[in-house]
């Protein structure tokens, strides 16, 4: 299995601009999460997912932010507009009950 | 909300010796207890993890000690090896799933 794909790897935009991410979770996996890193706070929990429903979304940090599964093999989240203190790394990870949360690679955003 | 606070914040140690990180949580509902471990510039990968039917877990070097009575775990590294440095977070669930993370333990092995 490739592992969770996320993409771009690396963004650099904006500020007021919009900005999507992308994932694609591990084949058969029926949760899906969303963090956010940054030196400041740490891992932070954005919004996660259960068979493509959203579960609990309190980690969002405001209505700029927001994220959609429209399938089991594909997630977004959006940042419209973005401002310079959401530069963080967004990462996506995805889970089955018992096998523990696999992280992909990580999007750097970074907003000018 | 689960509140996870993980000390040290940074660790230095020599090779072949061991390292131990503390987290204490405040949800006594909490019963899953992931470790990751992040190289500079890669993801968080799970190292080990236990849960509070469990005392203790061990994984060739890597051992996890949990006490539910007084809300904290550890993780404990022996035989240090320079791969082994890089950040470690520990976290806590009470449903698998939204875990809280500690703010990162930055280890470092000296040759």
């Known amino acids: 299995d490739a592992g969770v794909i996320q993409s771009p790897r690396h963004e650099v935009t904006e500020m007021g601009q919009e900005v999507t991410l992308r994932c694609k979770p591990i084949?058969?996996?029926?949760?899906l999460f969303w963090y956010r890193q940054t030196m400041m706070r740490g891992l932070e929990l954005l919004i996660y997912?259960?068979?493509?429903?959203?579960?609990?979304d309190s980690g969002m940090p405001e209505d700029r932010f927001s994220a959609k599964m429209p399938n089991a093999s594909f997630s977004t989240l959006k940042i419209q507009p973005s401002e310079p203190r959401d530069s963080a790394v967004y990462f996506c990870?995805?889970?089955?009950?018992?096998?523990?949360?696999?992280f992909g690679p990580g999007t750097r955003l970074t907003v000018l | 909300g689960e509140n996870v606070e993980q000390h040290p914040s940074t660790l230095s140690v020599q090779e072949g010796d061991s390292a131990v990180i503390k987290c204490t949580y405040s949800?006594?509902?909490?019963?899953?207890f992931p470790w990751y471990k992040q190289e500079l510039g890669k993801r968080p990968q799970l190292i080990i993890d236990?849960?509070?039917?469990?005392g203790e877990k061990k994984d060739q070097r890597i051992a996890v000690t949990l006490n539910k009575t007084a809300k904290h775990f550890s993780l404990h590294i022996t035989e240090t090896q320079p791969e082994d440095s890089a950040v470690y977070f520990c976290?806590?669930?009470?449903?698998?799933?939204?875990?809280?993370f500690g703010a990162g333990t930055t280890v470092t092995v000296r040759a």
């Open positions: 236990i849960r509070s039917n469990v």
């Open positions: 084949s058969g996996h029926d949760y």
């Open positions: 949800d006594s509902a909490s019963n899953y």
């Open positions: 997912f259960n068979n493509n429903v959203p579960i609990d």
């Open positions: 976290a806590a669930s009470s449903n698998d799933y939204k875990l809280s």
């Open positions: 990870a995805s889970s089955n009950p018992g096998t523990g949360q696999f």
